[in-house]
DNA sequence: ATGTAATCCTGTGAGC
DNA sequence: TGCTCACAGGATTACA
């Protein structure tokens, strides 16, 4: 599943290979893609043609490109979601939902790439939103240009203006288990189900330690294994930027080879040996070692 | 304020 | 072989 590394993976092709042209046509083949769209997807494609794309900001696990108009196209993968930088004769991939062609860029056709929409359990979605202050944007973490739908979403580890002791304070705050807290886009973004695993055990925090109840250190030992577990992540994700396709697939390759924890239950624990255990949580699972993170006494989910 | 559960979706693989 | 069912899970919403 993409979460934030994947998902900046992206931000980085899009970022290379899709702006700075205008858009000559735009297609949708599932109105279900078009989310938070309150116009519908008829007036998505409509607003959209002849806009040009001027940048690709992130926050988290969302996306979002501001115009020549004002507003931003932005975008979450969901689950199965992935933006592709296809060449025009590339066959249509299966769940191909939209597709977005650019006007070609005088005698370079080779380069006229089109920006597609594929996913499969079509939990993801395209919008196009106004931003509050257009065009003002320096870098792709500036806070007063983030689109309505995204403004909830609290600042992500990789953003510098990401505040840790307030996240810190906020975290405590809370009644409620520690992998609930990082799962809360609003207190932390960009991390899921993936991550947040890999981040605890690699902090040696079970996860249904009560937030309140974590040290100071603890949380600065948590935060830095998840910017560790991320950054890793995208060095290993970042391979596929220069092959003219922007790898979304959430198998950047890091999925496969180093994940300590998440997937791998009854297998070796990487720092004792003891057989990772997999627990139902929040309708998902969580994987642990039980040796390297016992369960509190006071347990809370 | 916080927790819980349902909802949205489809491909995969296990079990019968 | 073919059916059924559990499962994967991010974000939002409704309800407790």
């Known amino acids: 599943m993409p979460e934030l590394p994947e998902v900046e993976v992206v931000r980085r092709g899009l970022d290379r290979w899709i702006l700075g042209r205008p858009i000559e046509t735009v297609e949708v083949y599932n109105p279900r893609s078009i989310r938070r769209h309150t116009a519908g997807p008829l007036h998505f494609a409509e607003v959209l043609t002849g806009r040009t794309l001027l940048a690709a900001h992130r926050r988290g696990k969302y996306l979002w490109l501001p115009t020549d108009g004002g507003d931003a196209l932005v975008g979450h993968l969901g689950m199965s979601g992935q933006l592709l930088v296809q060449p025009p004769d590339a066959p249509d991939e299966t769940h191909l939902r939209a597709r977005i062609r650019f006007a070609p860029d005088d005698g370079r056709d080779h380069e006229n790439r089109e920006l597609r929409f594929v996913d499969q359990r079509t939990f993801g979605g395209l919008s196009v939103e ?19 739908s995204i403004a909830h979403i609290a600042r992500d580890p990789l953003d510098p203006n990401f505040d840790p002791d307030a996240f810190a304070v906020a975290l405590r705050r809370k009644r409620t288990g520690v992998k609930r807290a990082l799962l809360d886009q609003t207190l932390i973004s960009g991390v899921g189900n993936i991550y947040a695993d890999e981040a605890l055990w690699r902090a040696q925090l079970h996860y249904a330690r009560p937030t309140e109840s974590l040290t100071g250190p603890q949380i600065r030992r948590l935060l830095d294994a998840v910017r560790d577990v991320m950054l ?14 922007v790898n979304v697939n959430g198998e ?25 255990r997999r627990d139902a949580f929040m309708n998902r699972s969580s994987y642990t070692c039980p040796k390297c993170q016992p369960r509190p006494r006071r347990a809370r989910w």
């Not at 992540?233 to 396709?245: R, V």
């Not at 999925?255 to 040996?273: I, M, V």
């Open 130 to 148: 106004p931003l509050p202050v257009p065009g003002n944007a320096v870098d792709h973490w500036d806070r007063e240009n983030v689109p309505p």
């Open 232 to 245: 890793e992540a995208l060095e290993q994700g970042g391979t596929s930027f220069d092959a003219l396709y």
């Open 252 to 276: 950047s390759g890091y999925f496969e080879r180093s994940l300590a924890a998440y997937g791998r239950a009854d297998q070796a624990c990487p720092r004792c040996g003891t057989l990772i």
